[in-house]
């Protein structure tokens, strides 16, 4: 066990029915190590409703306001993706449990709690370093969520009609796109939207950002890797006056001719690991490669 008292700060997805035994593991586990626990209020409110774990003794906070060694996003990819939005630049390690389906990024699951719990105590755990997407709106505004983990998605608001995306490199045209949007991803993300779109899968720390297509009016358009230290401007013309910009699935409406600008931001997601966890191997396993699905 660690010499020092541990903070863990907890993050949940409200939106999904709570898995009781995995809540109690997780309170419980760290209670008998001895750590301080404090619950982001909502979740917090969600969890008493519920009725699914013993929260005497266990602080609450709102918004930013926590202090932690560690926060742990108790659901699927996509509350660790908001986990991440909140933890921010702080470079609080995340520690994901999966309570959802998928679990690229919460890969600890519910038989592997107690494991995970012990490794941490002991400082027996890796950093995976995730770069983040920043998006800028040079001509003003603003934007609701302003750094990406996964991606940053350009679309339509219009069921029918296209969208304009005029994009440059470092000032330089790259193409116009007409299309039902555009992704610009990480690596991490490659394998979220992008992967959905035809885009390929790009191993982490591998250091580029990736564009592809939603649904092109041209097949010529293919998906396209960048270096991770050039800058993307996208100005977008629609029909509808309108269009939606989407930072890991957070949209916002903004008005035709708004200029975004998108760039490595100046610090990464920290997400905790156990040792002998192997990005390949995790990759063959959730897309289930391999498997013989055949009747």
């Not at 209020?41 to 969890?47: P, T």
């Not at 630049?89 to 999966?98: A, E, M």
């Not at 995970?116 to 709106?137: E, H, K, N, P």
Request: proline fraction near 4%; include cysteine.
């Amino acid at each position: 066990m660690s010499e020092r008292t541990l903070r863990f700060a907890l993050f949940g997805n409200v939106f999904q029915t709570p898995v009781p035994a995995t809540v109690a593991q997780v309170v419980g586990g760290l209670r008998r190590r001895g750590a301080r626990m404090a619950v982001d209020r909502v979740y917090y409110d969600f969890l008493l409703s519920a009725g699914c774990a013993d929260l005497a003794g266990v602080g609450v906070f709102d918004g930013a306001d926590f202090e932690a060694d560690f926060a742990v996003s108790m659901g699927g990819d996509g509350t660790l993706l908001r986990t991440a939005g909140r933890v921010g630049s702080r470079q609080v390690p995340i520690v994901g449990v999966n309570m959802g389906r998928l679990g690229f990024l919460a890969d600890v699951s519910s038989d592997e709690v107690e494991d995970a719990l012990d490794a941490i105590c002991r400082g027996d755990y890796t950093i995976d370093s995730r770069a983040v997407l920043q998006v800028t709106l040079p001509g003003g505004g603003h934007l609701a969520e302003a750094f990406a983990l996964n991606d940053v998605a350009v679309l339509k608001t219009d069921t029918a009609a296209m969208i304009t995306i005029r994009a440059s490199i470092d000032g330089e045209h790259l193409a116009t796109y007409q299309a039902d949007g555009l992704i610009v991803s990480t690596p991490t993300g490659s394998t979220a939207y992008s992967l959905s779109n035809g885009g390929p899968i790009i191993v982490p720390q591998t250091g580029v950002m990736l564009l592809t297509a939603v649904a092109p009016h041209s097949l010529n358009i293919r998906p396209i890797v960048i270096p991770d230290t050039t800058e993307v401007e996208l100005t977008v013309e629609s029909r509808s006056h309108t269009f939606l910009v989407s930072v890991d699935g957070s949209s916002e409406a903004l008005p035709e001719g708004t200029t975004l600008r998108l760039r490595r931001a100046d610090y990464d997601v920290k997400i905790v690991k156990r040792r002998g966890t192997r990005y390949f191997s995790t990759l063959r396993q959730k897309m289930m490669w391999g498997a013989d699905n055949r009747g």
